[in-house]
């Protein structure tokens, strides 16, 4: 499998990872992974800055594929497949026009924001 297959498998299974989460089926071990993995593909703030030259696009290109295996690992098979045929669904007419699914990292970064505002005035 070269870069450009599994760039696009990663680009299905996140998704379908998103929907195995809420699925009720899905063992307590791989929702937590799936949590974490989801959490990490959707935060704007990475391990390493993306502005670091090389290091920073290595976490975007080591640690989220390997976050996304081992959840995938985790999900019993049946569950995975079935919610990447959901998922095929859902991105068929492009992608998902749900704006709300992005008030918590806004949330994260007036957070962030007000942390850094509060040490820098007291």
Do not use: H, Q
């Not at 899905?26 to 929702?31: G, S």
């Not at 990475?46 to 290091?55: A, G, R, S, T, V």
């Not at 007419?93 to 942390?115: E, F, R, T, V």
């Amino acid at each position: 499998m070269d870069l450009k297959e599994r760039a696009k498998k990663l680009k299905t299974d996140i998704p379908a990872i998103f929907l195995a989460l809420k699925d009720k089926k899905t063992p307590l071990a791989a929702k937590i992974f799936a949590w974490c993995t989801v959490a990490y593909a959707l935060s704007p703030i990475d391990l390493i800055p993306d502005f670091i030259p090389i290091l920073g696009y290595l976490d975007d290109v080591i640690l989220l594929p390997a976050l996304v295996a081992l959840t995938v690992k985790l999900i019993p098979e049946d569950i995975m497949e079935r919610n990447r045929r959901l998922s095929a669904e859902i991105w068929k007419n492009g992608k998902p026009k749900k704006w709300y699914y992005s008030i918590p990292i806004i949330l994260i970064w007036l957070l962030i924001i007000w942390l850094i505002v509060k040490a820098i005035w007291l």
